[in-house]
């Protein structure tokens, strides 16, 4: 039997409460950055990045990583909609939108990305994380599309992408990739 | 081509069924949604509560390192503040004194109307029987002036006055002889007793020159009979403690416990404008 699955809800897990608990004391600025987030968009760039016989296994995957990393978002969330509820399971629904464009976005840029991954893996994790940060100002902000760019926000961004590259190198390692064309930066 | 249809069908109704599941997933997690949260919390509440300490432990020690330089900045600011504070505290306690004082003599004054001048006690010489005031000739005050407090228990007399401060001398002082009328407190109406207050040195006094035949007890309270014209009437001098009956002699005697507390006053007031009933 695969462990793949049980280790994936149980890192979501650890990530939520390290997330809550304990990175609130290393916050810059009022900003604490989203392991969870991050780890989603690391699992679901490599697994499109497989290439796979029966696509719907893929989207299987996809589907789960976005569901579990929706409900562990969502169980410590503290945003509620303009009329005081709380909705439990609206970041899954997010996270898959997230999927289907990173996916379509992986689509496009196939032939390009063995060489340079690592700009493609984060200028997706920006695209998707500024996709992910529109969709939750939908509920604090009046579901107003608007997103109100102050320091906050650019701090936001850098912070969680310097953890996206970290954790990229980090599921590299533990993947033990023998890709020797990657470009190696710093 | 069949082929490929089916296999188009087959996936559309794995979307339309996952689409289902999802939304069947939502909705039993939003019913549920007060448990599920609540078991959750429970669940990671070791986890989490263990992740916090640790994280406000780093936390702490990290900020030690890196606002060393502010932390002794601010601890030095904090210290100098704390000492100018507790500099004004002690100030404004001695004003809210003086205030509580002034308040006391002008309600205890209402009937006598006389000039007060508050003064503080600078000094005390225990073995002399004298007090230090910061009151002086630019204040108007001169020799003989009666020095009471705010609860109206006689202290002395002005004995010698210089240009900012005045010396005075205590009821308690060897040379010191005042005129007392002895109240009965169970006994109001009786004729009152006169006698004189002496002083014995070390801020103690005794009662004098009481009638031998006069009835006196102990608990009885001495206040100024104003016969001698330099102290008014009525201020609390003492309680007599023991009296000496003694057939030899023709006049009783008392020990006095005093009223006045010179070893703890702080404020006490000069009385500027007594002059003798007529």
Do not use: C, W
């Not at chain 1, 929706?70 to 410590?76: N, Q």
């Not at chain 2, 986890?47 to 640790?54: A, E, G, P, Y």
């Not at chain 2, 010489?125 to 009666?146: A, C, H, R, T, V």
């Amino acid at each position: 039997m695969s462990f793949k699955y049980p280790i994936i809800i149980l890192s979501f897990f650890i990530l939520a409460l390290l997330q809550n608990s304990f990175l609130p004391y290393f916050n810059i600025m009022g900003v604490v950055p989203n392991l969870i987030f991050i780890l989603f968009f690391i699992l679901i760039f490599f697994s499109v990045r497989e290439k796979v016989e029966d696509n719907f296994n893929q989207y299987y995957d996809g589907f789960f990583i976005s569901i579990f990393a929706g409900f562990f978002l969502d169980i410590f969330s503290s945003i509620y909609l303009p009329d005081g509820r709380q909705v439990l399971g609206i970041s899954i629904i997010y996270l898959l939108i997230v999927y289907l464009l990173v996916k379509i976005s992986m689509y496009f840029l196939r032939e390009r990305q063995d060489k340079y991954l690592i700009f493609y893996f984060l200028s997706i994790f920006l695209f998707s994380f500024f996709i992910y940060n529109i969709f939750l100002n939908l509920l604090s902000n009046n579901f107003s599309l608007a997103l109100d760019f102050n320091r906050a926000i650019f701090i936001s961004f850098l912070y969680n992408l310097i953890l996206a590259y970290s954790g990229f190198y980090i599921h590299k390692f533990i993947r033990q990739e023998k890709n020797d064309n990657q470009l190696k930066l710093f | 081509m069949n082929v490929y249809i089916k296999k188009e069908n087959l996936l559309l109704k794995k979307i339309i069924t996952g689409a289902v599941i999802l939304f069947l997933l939502i909705v039993f997690l939003n019913i549920f949604q007060r448990q599920i949260r609540n078991s959750f919390y429970l669940i990671s509440y070791p986890i989490s509560s263990f992740f916090q300490k640790t994280g406000s432990k780093i936390s702490l020690f990290s900020e030690s390192f890196l606002n060393a330089k502010e932390l002794k900045n601010e601890n030095n600011e904090l210290r100098n503040d704390n000492q100018k504070l507790l500099s004004e505290v002690s100030l404004l306690q001695g004003y809210l004194r003086e205030n509580l004082a002034s308040k006391e003599i002008l309600d205890n004054n209402k009937s006598n109307n006389f000039n007060i001048v508050l003064a503080k006690n600078i000094g005390l010489d225990i073995s002399n029987d004298f007090i230090l005031l910061d009151k002086g000739l630019d204040d108007g005050i001169s020799e003989n002036m009666p020095v009471i407090s705010s609860q109206k228990v006689l202290y002395g007399k002005i004995f010698k006055v210089y240009k900012n401060f005045s010396q005075v001398m205590l009821i308690s002082n060897k040379n010191s002889v005042l005129n007392v009328k002895i109240s009965q407190n169970n006994e109001p109406t009786k004729t009152l007793i006169n006698g004189a207050v002496k002083g014995r040195g070390n801020l103690s006094i005794y009662l004098d020159l009481i009638p031998f035949d006069a009835e006196i007890k102990e608990g009885d309270t001495l206040t100024t009979s104003a016969l001698d014209g330099i102290f008014p009437r009525d201020f609390l001098v003492g309680k007599i403690t023991i009296k000496n009956k003694n057939d030899l002699k023709p006049f009783q005697t008392a020990e006095v416990q005093t009223f006045f507390d010179a070893k703890n006053i702080e404020n006490l007031f000069i009385i500027t404008d007594y002059k003798q009933e007529k």
